[in-house]
């Protein structure tokens, strides 16, 4: 998340006032390259968040030096002057943020902020420049630079090499698939979705609202057709910071749902053929909330925060926590202890388990003609297939018997195991791989996870 200086000790970073300075309470430029450095040597690439469509509401004087914002309908007010008078200066100053993270600092790629509430009107849109550049850098170092795009209006534009250019762009239409499904929540964003079909869709066609769609929320048909787009250009999730902290109580779906329907969620993401992202602690089953808070040192600003937040909750008499409260943000910190009894474990096993046959390519390659996905909708059960696994999702309300023409042994489950599993049904709800001729016998569980993996016979 972005780490540009703000008001405060805390603050989820989009808050940001100072392009180039490092948020001190974060720690030194010393300790961020030492992190960086450590990443590298895990082989870990580091992404960095940056908010390049706004500044933040308190510390920002850039108006007494240039225009640097202009009028214009986003969330935070005003956004950035890239294309109307005295702008060019103010395309070299981001030009020059972009180099100085990526070239200086030595960033692995930038996931850039509500990029869809940038306007640039000049005949070379400024992403363009700014994508190009981060390309441009990673010839000139050996090195591949990524570029991910928040763009979240399902256009295929963003990752076009004749549009935006960048690498991939966040898709949230996984996540509110399932989340609708498995939940019922029908609020906002999730209006739009809830079926069993959505699911598929997402999984098959990249996106669910792809502009044959009327978008419940926005009250207009929204997005593009995503299936002739690579799956790469995809980064899917079940759960993230504006997913999880945006919610009234910041919850997870584990906390207020349960493991079965999380671990559901995060195994057909896992299994598809996009991206995956995962949220901190989701890899351990973390429960702790994610709230929002920030530190505003500006009381009639802190008072319009309380005031905002309670608005945009204001049904069934919903009190949001106080996001000036300290508690809010030490609230939101991970668990550890949880990582560290028997059900984290197991749960850090599956995950793992999951992402070494995802970075193998057995499970959910990240191409979409090695990832074959079948759906029942009568049973409510879906088959993502590889040349090497099979991966059985029971979205259903019951245990139910697999396919009789389904084939392998089981060899990963949701659901604990006391043995080794050869012949055994699956105890309710449970995710699995099966490798071998034993996966026939094998019995879907309900409760919305089941991922049954089974390894293909050999030929």
Not at 57 to 86: M, Q
Not at 88 to 97: P, S, T, V
Not at 154 to 177: F, I, M, P, R
Not at 226 to 246: F, I, W
């Amino acid at each position: 998340m972005p780490i540009a200086a703000f008001p405060g000790q805390r603050n989820w970073g989009y808050d940001g006032t100072y392009q180039f300075a490092l948020q001190s309470s974060y720690g030194s430029y010393a300790d961020l390259k030492t992190f960086i450095e450590t990443a590298h040597g895990l082989g870990m690439a580091v992404i960095l968040d940056v908010v390049y469509n706004h500044f933040g509401p308190e510390g920002n004087y850039s108006a007494a030096f240039a225009p640097y914002t202009k009028a214009a309908n986003t969330p935070w007010g005003d956004a950035i002057n890239f294309d109307r008078g005295h702008s060019e200066g103010i395309r070299a100053f981001y030009l020059a943020n972009t180099r100085y993270w990526l070239q200086e600092i030595g960033f692995d790629g930038f996931r850039m902020d509500a990029v869809s509430l940038i306007f640039d009107d000049s005949p070379r849109h400024i992403l363009q420049e700014i994508t190009e550049l981060a390309r441009q850098i990673g010839q000139a170092e050996q090195r591949q630079v990524l570029m991910i795009a928040e763009h979240l209006r399902n256009e295929t534009q963003v990752t076009a090499a004749d549009g935006l250019g960048y690498h991939s762009q966040w898709n949230d239409d996984l996540n509110h698939a399932l989340f609708a499904y498995l939940t019922g929540e029908q609020g906002r964003h999730y209006a739009s979705f809830g079926s069993f079909a959505d699911i598929v869709k997402a999984l098959r066609d990249s996106f669910v609202l792809d502009g044959s769609r009327w978008h419940k929320f926005y009250n207009r048909p929204y997005g593009t057709d995503g299936r002739n787009t690579a799956a790469t250009e995809h980064l899917v999730h079940s759960q993230n910071h504006d997913q999880v902290g945006n919610r009234l109580h910041g919850d997870r779906m584990i906390a207020s749902y349960g493991a079965d329907k999380a671990l559901l969620a995060a195994t057909a993401v896992l299994a598809s053929p996009y991206v995956p992202m995962l949220f901190m602690g989701e890899e351990y089953g973390e429960t702790a909330p994610f709230l929002f808070f920030e530190d505003f040192g500006d009381a009639q600003l802190v008072e319009a925060v309380h005031r905002g937040r309670k608005a945009e909750f204001a049904f069934g008499g919903a009190e949001p926590r106080d996001a000036h409260d300290p508690s809010a943000f030490l609230d939101s910190k991970l668990d550890w202890s949880r990582l560290a009894g028997a059900e984290g474990q197991r749960i850090l096993h599956y995950y793992r388990q999951l992402l070494a046959w995802k970075r193998s390519g057995e499970l959910g390659p990240r191409d979409k003609a090695r990832c074959r996905i079948q759906a029942d909708e009568v049973n409510r059960l879906i088959l993502i297939e590889t040349d090497a696994l099979q991966t059985w999702l029971n979205f259903a309300d019951r245990p139910q018997p697999l396919p009789g023409d389904a084939r392998g042994r089981l060899i990963l489950s949701s659901q604990p195991w006391p043995a080794p599993p050869p012949c055994r049904p699956s105890p309710p709800p449970s995710i699995g791989a099966s490798r071998g001729s034993e996966a026939r016998h094998s019995q879907a569980e309900p409760g919305l996870l089941q991922q049954v993996v089974h390894q293909q016979p050999q030929a």
